[in-house]
């Protein structure tokens, strides 16, 4: 039986924890997507902080236009609007600070050992990926006005479809006991909270160390696009170092694939 997120409880304890993301709260028992919604909320003004959330979509979005399956109520499939101060040439690294305010919170749940990051922004649990992050970002001259930062976070689902139960794991799956998902929403609140708050204090480079004790990707042997090299790190843009032969090359976005 889904568990249902007790949206009273979500409301009232960002408000005590003085969160400055996370209300409005707009909920959906189905969508199509809570980063289309949000996108639109967004180019029609929505303020700072504005959260979607919904029990099912109907066409989730992934990463690199690929599709997000999720079964109803199960997991938590989320976004907010950001208007974070921060200049245009940013948006990548912000994408990072992101990815790792998300990993902070599963480590709230389980083993921090455990828990890493595949750049730019998957989050992983011993080798497989239990929460995706797309951020959709709009431009006005040189500053960012708007981050829309959807995540799909997986936490009771057990069975995965055969395509991906090998890469695919949960919290149900993976921490001491499951956590609600109103838990796990708070959580990931929080913890975004304070990495946005750190990058707009210090940038990407005040997270640095943290990002790179999670990099799991780091001496990997990694495929992207059609080229293959050995992953060598997160710079202090956010760029992904890789040794290609003898040459070194800079990842701007996009996705790699661990070699097995
Ligand atoms: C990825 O490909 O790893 C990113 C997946 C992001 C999925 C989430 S689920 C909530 C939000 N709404 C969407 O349509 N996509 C994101």
Do not use: Y
């Not at 921060?86 to 690294?93: G, R, T």
């Not at 304070?194 to 005040?206: A, D």
């Amino acid at each position: 039986m889904p568990e249902r997120l007790d949206l009273d409880a979500i409301e009232a304890e960002v408000r005590r924890r003085n969160l400055p993301i996370g209300q409005p709260l707009r909920w959906s028992e189905q969508t199509a997507s809570t980063n289309a919604d949000a996108v639109r909320a967004a180019n029609e003004g929505a303020s700072h902080g504005t959260l979607f959330l919904a029990d099912w979509q109907s066409a989730g979005r992934g990463r690199s236009g690929r599709t997000w399956l999720s079964p109803p109520g199960e997991n938590l499939m989320m976004s907010l609007v950001l208007r974070p101060e921060i200049p245009a040439a940013q948006l990548a690294s912000i994408t990072l600070a992101l990815g790792l305010g998300v990993a902070d919170a599963v480590t709230t749940f389980v083993d921090p050992a455990a828990v890493g990051i595949k750049w730019p922004n998957d989050v992983h649990v011993r080798s497989k990926k239990i929460a995706g992050i797309l951020v959709e970002g709009a431009v006005s001259s040189e500053r960012c006005d708007h981050v829309v930062v959807g995540i799909g976070l997986n936490v009771s689902q057990t069975e995965f479809d055969p395509s991906i139960a090998a890469l695919a794991t949960s919290l149900a799956l993976e921490a001491g006991s499951v956590p609600t998902r109103t838990e796990v929403l708070l959580s990931v609140l929080s913890s975004l909270s304070n990495r946005l708050t750190g990058f707009e204090e210090g940038g990407l480079s005040s997270m640095l160390d943290d990002l790179r004790a999670r990099d799991v990707t780091k001496g990997r042997a990694i495929r992207f696009g059609s080229e293959e090299g050995v992953a060598d790190g997160i710079d202090a843009a956010g760029r992904l170092r890789v040794l290609v032969g003898g040459e070194v090359k800079m990842l701007h976005a996009g996705d790699v694939k661990i070699v097995p």
